[in-house]
């Protein structure tokens, strides 16, 4: 949603609540959309794209201006780097069916305990990495792919109760992202199917 917002995309938007009557992305309706029964999908022009990364990739091919990737290859390879150690190394284990899954095997404190720990771990790999590359955002002063990663993630760590004290630069970043509408535009929070007690 936030690449779509920076890059001014008109989209209609379809909710797919992970919760409710067992997660729609378990109906057979959805399953034929995205057989991994996760979200996004995306479909343009009668195809359909999953994963977060690929769809930022396709949108800035598809729509070069305003860029989401740095000119310079090195810069780019960074982005990707940070979009990778979030959406590979952090995100995966400690999303819904994991959590899911670890809940099963354990409590509901285990299951929260689990998630902190992978984000802090991977925090920690960020923290040392932003050092190097980091200006205003990820990678120098402009919003890239990375930024769009880091948001999402530090929302579930503050979910998580994560303490965010040993990761300064990442708090900053985010401080500075949470600021621009396009990134206020996507919060889950504001979407329509929102639950009023969450809305902001």
């Excluded at 999303?95 to 899911?100: A, P, T, Y």
Aim: charged letters at 30%; glycine letters at 4%; aromatic letters at 8%.
């Amino acid at each position: 949603r936030t690449t779509l917002n920076i890059k001014g995309i008109e989209y209609e938007y379809k909710a797919v609540n992970l919760i409710k009557d067992g997660g729609m992305q378990r109906k057979e309706e959805y399953i034929a959309v995205n057989p991994m029964q996760m979200v996004p999908a995306f479909v343009v022009d009668g195809a359909t794209l999953t994963q977060s990364i690929p769809i930022m990739e396709y949108l800035e091919e598809k729509y070069p201006s305003p860029a989401i990737l740095p000119k310079d290859s090195l810069q780019r390879a960074k982005v990707r780097e940070i979009c990778e150690i979030i959406a590979s190394g952090i995100q995966p284990i400690q999303n819904l069916v994991v959590l899911q899954k670890v809940q099963k095997l354990s409590s509901e404190e285990e299951k929260a305990e689990w998630a902190k720990f992978w984000i802090n771990k991977g925090f920690i790999a960020l923290e040392k990495l932003l050092e190097k590359c980091s200006g205003q955002y990820c990678v120098g002063d402009t919003v890239t792919m990375a930024d769009m990663c880091l948001v999402p993630q530090v929302g579930n760590a503050k979910r998580f109760k994560v303490d965010m004290s040993p990761f300064p630069l990442i708090s900053k970043i985010n401080d500075e992202l949470e600021k621009l509408e396009e990134f206020q535009k996507a919060s889950p929070f504001k979407q329509p199917d929102c639950p009023e007690d969450l809305k902001a």
